[in-house]
């Protein structure tokens, strides 16, 4: 008591000068026992109880919460669009991209030819040629019979020239080996072997002109000699190859008519005509080397 006496005899606990000190002590004395009794209670109510967990009490924050604006939703395959102070985005759909398309094989594409033996030769004078300029036409002169000519020297040189598609280069070299067949006789299956390289580098162009002129001197070829044609067997897998990639290749007029067929330029036509002479005259091993070379030829002498 003297102490509770004591601490409220400071002039600071005296708010008022008119207050009675005894009523000071009676309160003072009053609030410390309530205090005594209130703590002595929970403890023992602690004790009795069991342990619980307690509750985590809830967070109250004070700071002023942000209104988060409304995401709006789209169809599939559109983006989600939201206000930009919105911190929960939604991520736009990736976009589908299209896978590249597989290269083109380019079978039928044009090939440039190298300049040929033939040029160079022309050009020097060394071919015993010219070009004579007439009113229907041009023609080519010859400084030297071509049946006196050596085959084996220039036959190769002028189906070397085959390949050439600047004039007039193209001009001179068919000329030459239409007129070189034609007078030639049996000096050409003496020769046949060295034509075969000129004639394959001249397909492999895949110019459609430059096949139709191939095609044309094959068959002056096959039917120049006698046995030319059986002895044309053996090249048939380094010919053949480009008949059978041309051989559908035919013009799709329909109905219509075609007004060109007098200078026989349709690849699908020539194609077939000479397969139909390689086998007449290839003799009876023609056919089947055909055939494994292009498995849709149909015989023209069988059935």
């Not at 669009?81 to 929960?88: D, E």
């Amino acid at each position: 008591i003297t102490t509770i006496i004591h601490s409220c005899c400071n002039i600071n606990q005296i708010t008022h000068p008119n207050t009675p000190v005894l009523f000071l002590l009676l309160s003072k004395y009053q609030n410390t026992t309530k205090k005594k009794s209130n703590s002595f209670q929970n403890h023992t109510q602690k004790m009795s109880s069991p342990m619980k967990s307690k509750p985590s009490p809830p967070s109250f924050s004070t700071s002023p919460t942000k209104s988060k604006a409304p995401i709006i939703l789209k169809p599939s395959g559109a983006s989600v669009s939201s206000s930009p102070s919105s911190p929960l985005r939604a991520k736009a759909a990736p976009k589908k991209v299209a896978s590249p398309k597989p290269p083109v094989a380019g079978a039928f594409d044009h090939v440039a030819p190298k300049p040929s033996n033939f040029r160079r030769f022309y050009e020097r004078g060394d071919l015993p040629i010219a070009v004579e300029h007439r009113a229907n036409g041009n023609t080519l002169t010859w400084k030297v019979q071509p049946e006196d000519l050596d085959y084996h020297y220039y036959l190769p040189i002028f189906f070397d020239g085959l390949s050439e598609e600047k004039e007039p280069y193209r001009f001179l070299a068919r000329e030459g080996v239409n007129n070189m067949l034609e007078r030639g006789g049996a000096k050409i299956i003496l020769v046949l072997p060295q034509l075969i390289i000129p004639i394959k580098s001249a397909l492999n162009t895949r110019n459609p002109d430059t096949i139709c002129n191939i095609l044309h001197v094959l068959q002056k070829l096959v039917l120049s000699g006698d046995r030319v044609g059986e002895a044309l067997v053996p090249y048939y897998h380094q010919i053949l190859p480009i008949f059978n990639l041309f051989k559908n290749k035919n013009k799709n007029i329909g109905d219509a008519i075609d007004y060109s067929q007098r200078k026989r330029e349709n690849i699908g036509d020539l194609i077939q005509e000479t397969l139909n002479l390689f086998e007449q005259h290839g003799g009876e091993h023609a056919f089947i080397n055909i055939k494994y070379m292009i498995p849709t030829y149909e015989s023209c002498m069988i059935n």
